[in-house]
């Protein structure tokens, strides 16, 4: 299992059950079995199915998990994923807290498989970014690869990227790539740098200044998105940002650049609706 997961499969169920599921206790008896089935209620791309078999074997190694459809899968209304058998008890514990994950990150890889078909064709992927949900950043970046995105970076710690904010107290553009650089150099770091330019003065003020891996160009049209992507020459990779929506996304991919990142792709889903119903 992997071990992040497992700190936070214990810090949900802390959150959930506390110091017992009083409801379930107090009407079902300790030794009831049964079988429960994952019920699709919606059309997308399923994803979450490992996650949840983490969730049951982590709370009751006994209890049986037959799977009939895996991550990534398109899938429809009445659809079933899966049927776990063992202790009813266990069961309704370990319910709704693997509904939650298995719709949330179903969510995700729906909107995200939406997104990355619009490019089908075309060599531009499509990214996540850092707007996610505290606490399920992994599982949601996770969700995005199931549905065909990229991850971009995970967070702060994997890839320099130097947005407006450090651009303007770091005192330039190149005051922040030699910073940058220098930093990576003393700390041994082989850190990727990324950087935000805003226009294209900016934009030749990084090919200027050399150094970096790739070049985000920030709520650029698409005409100065085309002159950008000429300009850089294939010398760094380009990543596309900031008011794109699903409509002018290809439009965008046309221009020749390498990646689109989008937020919405984890900040502003519908979780995909399914539920977990006791076979009788």
């Given at each position: ?248 996304l290809r439009s965008y991919a046309e221009c020749g650049v390498d990646y689109i990142s989008v937020g919405a792709l984890t900040h502003s889903v519908k979780s995909l609706d399914m539920s977990f119903k006791a076979i009788k």
């Open positions: 299992m992997n071990n992040q997961y497992q700190e936070l499969i214990k810090y949900w169920f802390a959150e959930d059950i506390g110091d017992g599921d009083h409801t379930s206790l107090s009407c079902i008896p300790e030794t009831a079995r049964g079988k429960s089935q994952l019920i699709v209620k919606d059309n997308g791309i399923l994803a979450g199915v490992d996650i949840a078999r983490q969730i049951f074997a982590s709370f009751d190694p006994d209890l049986k998990m037959t799977v009939y459809l895996h991550d990534g899968a398109v899938v429809k209304p009445g659809d079933v994923a899966f049927v776990v058998e063992g202790k009813v008890l266990s069961l309704l514990q370990t319910e709704r807290l693997m509904l939650n994950i298995m719709q949330r990150m179903s969510g995700v890889a729906t909107v995200t498989h939406k997104y990355a078909q619009q490019l089908e064709g075309l060599k531009t992927k499509v990214l996540d970014t850092r707007k996610t949900t505290p606490g399920l950043r992994l599982l949601e970046k996770e969700a995005v690869k199931i549905g065909g995105g990229t991850n971009h970076r995970i967070g702060l710690y994997d890839m320099i990227l130097l947005k407006d904010n450090h651009v303007d107290f770091a005192g330039g553009i190149a005051n922040a790539i030699n910073g940058a650089k220098q930093y990576c150099k003393d700390k041994n770091k082989p850190l990727k740098i990324e950087i935000e330019v805003r226009n294209l003065d900016e934009l030749q003020q990084v090919l200027d200044c050399g150094g970096v891996n790739r070049i985000m160009l920030d709520n650029f049209t698409r005409e100065n998105t085309r002159k950008a992507v000429e300009l850089i020459g294939g010398r760094y990779e380009t990543e596309s940002s900031g008011g794109i929506t699903f409509d002018t």
